[in-house]
């Protein structure tokens, strides 16, 4: 806003003309050098003294000003630097780690690649030796047949059925007779190779069970994480319990395919292949445990093919024929007895529902079985009254490092710089 006063100045000049505004200027300095000539020359230095005293005195305050900026400024840059420095370190530290993860997660699976390679190449090597055997046994049984005189009369050398030739009745019945007893041979013959068509097999798969769970051992105990721990645990305990079905299923077809018929021995081979059940929910109430399966359908089989056997401390269920292929699904060890003649199943829309009475009621059931208990108490960390606390600390968190992700290690190791960092420089200011 104008003040007053410069209204007026301005009114003044815009009233005088310029030729007497040029006069009055020239007037004004003429004025003007006689009064510096009239001063005390004294009092003039001592004016410019003065005024020359303040400009070295802001000078000063502005030089102070700039080194007070330019320190602060070397310190920011300094501090930025060494968190620079400190996160390279940390970061070549993980590559090192990761590089040497990669090394180690590629011998291990060459290994692995070789076993495998190796026991295909050993596998193949049996099956053709027993393919050979097969082979001689059968050209040791034709040549039987062809040394025969009955037996040459009836079987061609490929092994087929000659027609007969009836010349009478006696003749025919004779024939018949013989037909009927090559039949029950040819059928007990069947029989046999049956049978040792299931032990070739099962002996496979009990072969590579076996090496599957030695395989499982051997990276369970050089395993440390505890996500991968309880997964190979978990495996481990279905081959063995595969393993052990295997030895059940083998001494219980034993007896069966002694009594039945040839016909009765193929079929098996030709119905759907056994499925493991893995996936299931359990829950709990003051009575009894509840474990829920879920299998699309199962309401739609026969009563008859939904199976549960219990004991005391383990309970075995097997769903026949169900879209063509068998379930099945065993749990041993459970956590605590239950009562066999009490429990039960139950078969839903899609859902099959066992039913385990407790024998100990109102008692609560914190895992589903001693394995499960036993995996999770070896994960809890271990604490000692008598040791000294800061180790038993350290400990923890040693565990929680191992056991954490990547934000989390890099969180622990800038903890572990800034603290170190920290107790550096109170030591130097002491």
Known sequence: ?????????????????TKKLKKYEKEYQAMRENQLQQEDPMDRYKRENRRLQEASMRLEQENDDLAHELVTSKIALRNDLDQAEDK??????????TKQRLVET?????????????????LSTRLE?????SKEELEAVKGKMMACKHCSDIFSKEGALKPASVSGEDQGIEADDEKDSLKKQLREMEL?????????????????????????????EKCTRKRVRD??????????????????????????????????????LTTGYTVKISNYGWDQSDKFVKIYITLTGVHQVPTENVQVHFTERSFDLLV???????????????????????SSKKVKTDTVIILCRKKAENTRWDYLTQVEKECKEKEKPSYDAETDPSEGLMNVLKKIYEDGDDDMKRTINKAWVE???????EDTEF
């Open 320 to 342: 026949k024929n169900l879209n063509g292929k068998n379930y099945s699904m065993i749990v041993n060890n459970l956590l605590k007895p239950i009562s066999v003649e009490s």
């Open 192 to 220: 046999e190779l049956a049978q040792t068509k299931l032990q070739l097999v099962e002996a496979k798969c009990k072969i590579q069970l076996q090496k599957d769970l030695e395989d499982v051992k051997v990276v369970l």
């Open 88 to 97: 390279a370190d940390v970061l070549n530290k993980e590559l090192l780690l």
């Open 1 to 17: 806003m104008v003040s007053s006063r410069s209204l007026q100045f301005i009114t003044v000049i815009l009233m005088v003309p």
């Open 231 to 268: 997964a190979l645990t978990s495996e481990k305990s279905k081959i063995e319990t595969e393993i052990k079905n295997k030895m059940q299923q083998k001494s219980q077809k034993k007896p069966e395919l002694d009594s039945e018929k040839p016909a009765a021995v193929v079929a098996p």
């Open 106 to 122: 590629e011998e291990e699976k060459r290994k692995q690649e070789e076993e495998t390679a190796q026991i295909c190449s050993q």
């Open 419 to 425: 603290s170190r960092e920290k107790q550096a420089r």
């Open 129 to 133: 030796k027993q393919q050979a055997v």
